[in-house]
C-alpha cells in the first residue's frame, strides 16, 4: 500500500488578548516556548510529512530562528497569519501544497502527543473528517442578552471541541474554497457543505492556553504526566 501524504498546519498567530501581555505561544513552559511543545509533538509523529507553522507578525522572525536552531526537518515553512484563524490555515493550505489529509492543530495547546495525533487520522479514515473531542462535563444553559435561562441542554449528547482536526485534502480545501462564513473550528466549515465530521476522544488535558491560569495548568499538567 502506497504511503499517503500528510500535511499539519499549526494555527498559532492569535493576539494573546487575554494574557496580560505575554505572548502565549512564545511562554515558558516546562524550560521551552509553548509552541515547541507543538512542533515537537508532530515533528516525531512518523505520520506526518510536512509542517507548516502559522504566526504572526511580531512572532515570525523569532519563530524562524526557533525553528532554525532546534533542526525540525519537516517544518516546511513559517508564515504569516490573518486577520482571523481560518484566514491564517488558508494561508498555510496555500503553501503546503498537494497532500492526501490535512492535520490542523492550535498552537497554544502544548500538551498535544503523537498518541492523539495518529488517533485522528485514523478515525478520519472513516468519514473523511474528525475532530478531537471529550464530553461536556458542567450543565449547559442557554441564556439571552438578559440572562434568563432559556434552555438547559441535555448534556449526554454535548462534546466540547478540540484540536487537531483532521481532514482528507480535497474536503479541506473545497471548504475553504465554497464557504465564506466566519467559525470558530475548521470543522464548521465541512459542516457547512454537508460532510460528516467524525468525533474521536481527545484528552482533558489537551487544554488551549488562553489566560494566565491556563498557562499555570499546563505548567501543572506537565509535571504531573
Not at 492526501?100 to 485522528?120: C, F, K, N, Q, Y
Not at 478515525?123 to 442578552?145: L, Q, S
Not at 499546563?218 to 504526566?225: G, I, M, N, Y
Request: aromatic residues 6%; proline residues 2%.
Amino acid at each position: 500500500m502506497i504511503k499517503q501524504k500528510v500535511g499539519a498546519i499549526i494555527a498559532a498567530a492569535g493576539e494573546s488578548r487575554r494574557m496580560g501581555g505575554v505572548d502565549k505561544v512564545m511562554a515558558l513552559l516546562g524550560g521551552k516556548a509553548v509552541l515547541a511543545w507543538v512542533i515537537d509533538a508532530f515533528q516525531r509523529c512518523n505520520s506526518i510529512d510536512h509542517i507548516i507553522v502559522i504566526v504572526n507578525r511580531e512572532n515570525l522572525k523569532q519563530c524562524q530562528q526557533l525553528v532554525a536552531g532546534q533542526g525540525w526537518s519537516k517544518v516546511s515553512d513559517v508564515c504569516l497569519g490573518g486577520r482571523r484563524r481560518q484566514d491564517s490555515v488558508a494561508a498555510g493550505l496555500g503553501r503546503l501544497g498537494q497532500c492526501d489529509w490535512i492535520v490542523i492543530h492550535d498552537g497554544a495547546r502544548p500538551l498535544i502527543t503523537v498518541d492523539l495525533i495518529e488517533r485522528g487520522l485514523e478515525a478520519a479514515g472513516e468519514t473523511g473528517a474528525a475532530v478531537a473531542a471529550v464530553p461536556v462535563t458542567d450543565t449547559i444553559k442557554v441564556a439571552g442578552d438578559d440572562r434568563l435561562v432559556q434552555q438547559t441542554l441535555p448534556r449526554h449528547s454535548l462534546w466540547t471541541v478540540q484540536t487537531p482536526q483532521v481532514f482528507r485534502f480535497d474536503i479541506i480545501t473545497e471548504a475553504y474554497r465554497q464557504v465564506e462564513a466566519e467559525v470558530t473550528d475548521d470543522a464548521s466549515l465541512v459542516e457547512m457543505l454537508g460532510y460528516k465530521v467524525k468525533l474521536y476522544l481527545g484528552t482533558y488535558d489537551n487544554i488551549k492556553v488562553t489566560t494566565p491560569d491556563d498557562l499555570a495548568l499546563a505548567k501543572w499538567l506537565l509535571c504531573h504526566r
